[in-house]
């Protein structure tokens, strides 16, 4: 009985002073790219959790109990979409954790998840790169019901942002390559980066002073993006159609002219093949580390062609090889697809266009000749034009 007592002490005795422990937060983890991002942190126990956004900069905040932090720096790195994290006490039983992102982003989901086998909670977020007014949708969702913080905010489909009340029209014009990435090089020495970048000055040039369509370059100068850069950049403008303009080479000697890409999990044929795993490589020529799960970028392939927007891609790459027929020479079975890394914003129709091949003089010639861009800019301009009046005519 006295040995029972004793250990039901010690129990207490451990129990009681456990409770007003601070909360310990012993693991932080980060996994994604500049589109969309995992976080997970890991605790002791199950806590008490809130989170918020925030504005100016862009921000999740999540609030604990007082908190003893024990992260590992290097797990603290900023990368991908997050710019910065900071914890700490905020005041007496009230710490803080805050990711600072580059840029709008929405919520898919923050859970507080057991562990299965280990002890402990974890807390999973995952935050994906969007548009303005989606923040500032879930700004004021969150700012909605009155008093104190809002736990989660209603998260809808995050995916597809739904389109605001204002009928401009968002085109991402995407230079390909740039800065220390080169591209293709032409037989006569002419670089892919600046002619993409001459191109899409042109093309952005040909929306001046129209109304209806507001044009966003990726890059307007001579500099390196990452791949994922670029798609983030177009979800956070809210694009509603991205083109991706490319010149590049080609081993077999025959072929010239244009091409138009789509995205697939599976590439038509060898020749798309080879033209995305080229373009993928953007980011290792480059020499940044781009690790990736081979599975999660299948699962990924597959979810995007299940979408709509999927559907309007494809709508809109053929409707730009019938423009395009008519002015320049084209490929034959001039749309074509594979898995380019560049075309994988889920919510916004992407083409990636190769205007010809750098390889073969003519093609060169061609790329260098103004009459030639001036034809091949028309056609892009009237599709483009096209497209924009059958989606805001359908309601976005
Ligand atoms: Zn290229």
Partial sequence: MACLLLVLVVIGMHVRPAAADPLSVHAFRMAGDATRMRVVVEFDREPDFQWFLLRGPHRLVVDLPESSFAFDSEALEPRGLVSNIRYGKLYDGHSRMILEVKGPFAVERVDMLRNETSPGYRMVADIV????????????????????????????????????????????????????????????????????????????????????????????????????????????????????????????????????????????????????????????????????????????????MRRETHGFSVGFARSLIREMSDTVQLIKNPHRSAGFRVLRAPDVPSVLVELGYLSNKKDEAQLLDADWRARAIDSMAAAIRRFAGLRNGAGG
């Fill in 129 to 304: 790169a969007a548009s303005e007014e989606a923040f500032e949708a879930a700004l004021a969702e969150q700012a909605a019901p009155a008093g104190s913080a809002v736990k989660a905010p209603k998260a809808g489909n995050p995916e597809v942002p739904a389109k605001t009340g204002d009928d401009t029209f968002t085109l991402v014009i995407d230079p390909g390559h740039g800065g220390i990435d080169g591209g293709a090089e032409g037989v006569s020495g002419t670089q892919e980066k600046d002619v993409t970048l001459a191109f899409a000055r042109q093309l952005r040039d040909a929306f001046k002073d129209k109304p209806g369509i507001s044009v966003v370059m990726t890059r307007d100068g001579d500099r390196f993006l990452r791949l994922d850069e670029r798609v983030r950049i177009a979800r956070q403008a809210g694009a509603d159609l991205f083109v991706s303009i490319h010149a590049d080479t080609i081993r077999y000697k025959g072929i010239r002219g244009a091409t138009v890409y789509t995205i697939s999990e599976r590439a038509s044929d060898a020749v798309a093949k080879a033209a995305a795993d080229r373009e993928n490589l953007a980011d290792s020529v480059a020499g940044v580390d781009v690790a990736e799960d081979n599975r999660q970028v299948a699962d990924i392939l597959v979810d995007l």
